[in-house]
Each structure stands twice: as structure tokens, then as C-alpha cells.
């Protein structure tokens, strides 16, 4: 039997195709409205999930093959090393649902480790990544139905129809570091809802370690990450009809110490006005746009913040280095 990665992108008849354009004006009216509450408010600060358009997501591919940064790697070889032994402590799962799925290569190592699986949902804001993902799974797992979801993990109120029997949710990457905590605490406590009961949930935890490790991966010699966080204005100028001038702002990647995490800004080299939306926005040279958080747990941390969401601890999994563990939980 063929797979099946029909999903709420594609649209081939009118009724969808006006569907499709609703969706698009909704997300750009949102992105507007974010831009410039962001922008115009004290702190300035930009939701992270705008960092993905397609040129961003590409951007982030090239971040998870540079040396100094090590997530991707230190998951992968978790996967490859414990697969088995994860499959074997999920037990039953029809329906695989992945948050922030991005690229979907390490899940492509999960889905290979478990047995039984019929349904893969991977959820992304970013939908050429999600199309990319779909395009390159598909031929690599025949019988397993692909059914991508185009949207805000942090919103999602209901999984498709297509979500049946028992669930294993994964959040891959340590992006729920990119929540603060509170964030996440209600990230999770939603994730519950929508998984339903005697679930279980996969989550990849980037683990504390020395600044000296932290920040190369975050600001690398290359220069990669901080194209990834310009990007976004390159993306304000494109759709908000703006005038970044990107060399008069620069990337910085700070490690705050008491909050245990990254803190990724870009600062306004310059005394400068910029339009966005026919508004004009000053920025004081030394200014700082916050774009991202990134939160790093030590495994105690992180497990009592998913058991004040109602998820236990089954079993965690660090790697020889302790740079970054799994995380399998369970609906109590
Ligand atoms: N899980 C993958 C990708 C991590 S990058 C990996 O580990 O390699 C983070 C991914 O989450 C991106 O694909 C981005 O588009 C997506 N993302 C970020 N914020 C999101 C949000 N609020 N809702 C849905 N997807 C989001
Ligand atoms: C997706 N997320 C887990 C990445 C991280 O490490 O926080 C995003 C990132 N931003 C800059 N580099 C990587």
C-alpha cells in the first residue's frame, strides 16, 4: 500500500484554493500585528516563529551541520543508540504527533525504531519545510500515512480526525527551549489535551553546560546564526513593506546565567528611524531587539516542570557528553 501525504496544504480544487488564500491573509495580518507591537513596545521583542519563513528554515539546516553546534548531532545519536529501547518503553502508538517537526530527519530514525505505527501528523508554521519533510519521509516509509499541519503549536485546539488510537507526541530539538517556562508549562499542559489519555511524549532537552560551549553554538565563527536571526528582518522589509538596512544591526547571543538560558537580540549599530507599515521606528544605537530565548534544564528541572503539567517521567536518555537528553513521559 501506498502512503498518503494528502494534507491541509494541498489545494486543487476553488474551495480550497480560497481556503488557502484566507490562511495566508490571516498569517500575514497576525505577522503585521506582531511586528509592530513588537517593535513599538518596551521591551522590543519579536515572536520567535516568525524566524521560519523558507529562506529561515533553510538557515536553520545549515546551523545543525555547523561544528560549534551540537543539538542536532547529540539527538541523532541518541535516537540511533536507544531507539529500540525507547519503542520498547512507549509500547503502543498508532498515531506519531510531532511539534515544531521542521526537516523531520531524526523523527525519520524514530518512526524506523517503533512498530506499528499508521498515522505520522507533523505540525510546523513553516509550510515549506513541512512540504520539503513530506516529500522526503514519504518514499521511506510506505504504508505509514503523512497527514502535515500547517500552524501554531502553542494554539492548537484540536488534532484532525485522522489522529486515531493510542498517541506518542514528540517535541524534537530542545525547542521547547524556545518557550519561557511558562510558556512551556502551558505548551505541555495543552499537549495533555490533545494527545489524550495513557499517552506518551518524547521531548529533547538541551541540558545546562559551560557558556563557553553555549555560545559558539549560538554565534558561530561563520557567521550562520546570525544570518538566521537577520533573516527576520529581511522578511519585515519583504512583507511589511520595510527598510532594514541589515548592516546596521548585529547579532548577539548573551547567556543569562540566574535564568539558566540564551538570549538571542539584534542590536541597532546606529541612531536610526525605520519604516515598517508606513511607521516610523527609532532605535537608539545599542538598542536591542530580544528574538529568542533559548532555555537550557538540567533532567530533574526539566521532569518537575512536565510533572506540574500532569506528564511523568518514564525514562530519560543523556548521551556519554551530557550535552542533551530525551525525555519519555507519560499522561498520568
Ligand atoms: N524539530 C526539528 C526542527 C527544530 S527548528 C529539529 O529538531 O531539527 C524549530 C521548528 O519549530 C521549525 O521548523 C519552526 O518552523 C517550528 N516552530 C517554531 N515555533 C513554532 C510554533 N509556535 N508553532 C509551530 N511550529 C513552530
Ligand atoms: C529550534 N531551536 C531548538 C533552536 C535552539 O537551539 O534554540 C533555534 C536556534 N536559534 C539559533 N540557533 C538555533
Given at each position: 500500500?501506498?502512503?498518503?501525504?494528502?494534507?491541509?496544504?494541498?489545494?486543487?480544487?476553488?474551495?480550497?484554493?480560497?481556503?488557502?488564500?484566507?490562511?495566508?491573509?490571516?498569517?500575514?495580518?497576525?505577522?503585521?500585528?506582531?511586528?509592530?507591537?513588537?517593535?513599538?513596545?518596551?521591551?522590543?521583542?519579536?515572536?520567535?516563529?516568525?524566524?521560519?519563513?523558507?529562506?529561515?528554515?533553510?538557515?536553520?539546516?545549515?546551523?545543525?551541520?555547523?561544528?560549534?553546534?551540537?543539538?542536532?548531532?547529540?539527538?541523532?545519536?541518541?535516537?540511533?543508540?536507544?531507539?529500540?529501547?525507547?519503542?520498547?518503553?512507549?509500547?503502543?502508538?498508532?498515531?506519531?504527533?510531532?511539534?515544531?517537526?521542521?526537516?523531520?530527519?531524526?523523527?525519520?530514525?524514530?518512526?524506523?525504531?517503533?512498530?506499528?505505527?499508521?498515522?505520522?501528523?507533523?505540525?510546523?508554521?513553516?509550510?515549506?519545510?513541512?512540504?520539503?519533510?513530506?516529500?522526503?519521509?514519504?518514499?521511506?516509509?510506505?504504508?505509514l500515512t503523512?497527514?502535515?499541519?500547517?500552524?501554531?503549536?502553542?494554539?492548537?485546539?484540536?488534532?484532525?480526525?485522522?489522529?486515531?488510537?493510542?498517541?506518542?507526541?514528540?517535541?524534537?530539538?530542545?525547542?521547547i527551549?524556545?518557550?519561557?517556562?511558562?510558556?512551556?508549562?502551558?505548551?505541555?499542559?495543552?499537549?495533555?489535551?490533545?494527545?489524550?489519555?495513557?499517552?506518551?511524549?518524547?521531548?529533547?532537552?538541551?541540558?545546562?553546560?559551560?557558556?563557553?560551549?553555549?555560545?559558539?553554538?549560538?554565534?558561530?565563527?561563520?557567521?550562520?546564526?546570525?544570518?538566521?536571526?537577520?533573516?527576520?528582518?529581511?522578511?519585515?522589509?519583504?512583507?511589511?513593506?520595510?527598510?532594514?538596512?541589515?548592516?546596521?544591526?548585529?547579532?548577539?547571543?548573551?547567556?543569562?546565567?540566574?535564568?539558566?538560558?540564551?538570549?538571542?537580540?539584534?542590536?541597532?549599530?546606529?541612531?536610526?528611524?525605520?519604516?515598517?507599515?508606513?511607521?516610523?521606528i527609532?532605535?537608539?544605537?545599542?538598542?536591542?531587539?530580544?528574538?529568542?530565548?533559548?532555555?537550557?534544564?538540567?533532567?530533574?528541572?526539566f521532569?518537575?516542570?512536565?510533572?506540574?503539567a500532569?506528564?511523568?517521567?518514564?525514562?530519560?536518555w543523556?548521551?556519554?557528553?551530557?550535552?542533551f537528553?530525551?525525555?519519555?513521559?507519560?499522561?498520568?
Open positions: 500500500m501506498g502512503n498518503d501525504i494528502s494534507s491541509v496544504l494541498a489545494g486543487n480544487s476553488p474551495d480550497a484554493d480560497a481556503s488557502q488564500a484566507a490562511l495566508q491573509a490571516a498569517a500575514h495580518a497576525e505577522f503585521a500585528q506582531a511586528v509592530l507591537d513588537g517593535l513599538t513596545g518596551q521591551p522590543r521583542s519579536l515572536p520567535s516563529r516568525f524566524l521560519y519563513d523558507e529562506r529561515g528554515s533553510e538557515l536553520f539546516e545549515e546551523i545543525t551541520k555547523l561544528d560549534e553546534y551540537y543539538p542536532t548531532r547529540a539527538e541523532t545519536a541518541l535516537l540511533q543508540s536507544h531507539g529500540a529501547d525507547i519503542a520498547e518503553h512507549v509500547g503502543d502508538a498508532d498515531t506519531l504527533v510531532e511539534f515544531g517537526s521542521g526537516s523531520s530527519r531524526k523523527t525519520s530514525l524514530l518512526i524506523d525504531a517503533l512498530d506499528g505505527l499508521d498515522t505520522y501528523i507533523p505540525i510546523d508554521v513553516s509550510e515549506s519545510y513541512l512540504t520539503e519533510a513530506a516529500e522526503w519521509l514519504a518514499p521511506q516509509h510506505d504504508d503523512i497527514k502535515p499541519l500547517v500552524g501554531d503549536f502553542t494554539r492548537m485546539e484540536a488534532l484532525p480526525d485522522t489522529a486515531r488510537g493510542q498517541k506518542l507526541g514528540f517535541f524534537s530539538g530542545s525547542t527551549g524556545n518557550l519561557t517556562r511558562d510558556e512551556a508549562t502551558a505548551f505541555l499542559l495543552n499537549a495533555a489535551q490533545l494527545l489524550g489519555r495513557d499517552s506518551t511524549f518524547l521531548v529533547g532537552i538541551d541540558l545546562k553546560k559551560s557558556p563557553d560551549i553555549l555560545i559558539p553554538a549560538y554565534d558561530d565563527a561563520e557567521g550562520v546564526s546570525a544570518s538566521f536571526s537577520l533573516n527576520l528582518l529581511t522578511r519585515i522589509n519583504r512583507e511589511l513593506d520595510g527598510n532594514f538596512d541589515l548592516a546596521r544591526f548585529g547579532h548577539r547571543a548573551v547567556y543569562n546565567e540566574r535564568e539558566g538560558r540564551i538570549e538571542i537580540y539584534l542590536e541597532s549599530l546606529a541612531d536610526q528611524s525605520v519604516r515598517v507599515l508606513g511607521r516610523d527609532a532605535f537608539a544605537e545599542g538598542e536591542r531587539i530580544h528574538t529568542e530565548y533559548s532555555h537550557k534544564y538540567s533532567v530533574s528541572e521532569q518537575a516542570l512536565a510533572a506540574t500532569g506528564w511523568r517521567g518514564m525514562k530519560a543523556t548521551g556519554d557528553e551530557g550535552l537528553s530525551l525525555h519519555l513521559l507519560r499522561l498520568n
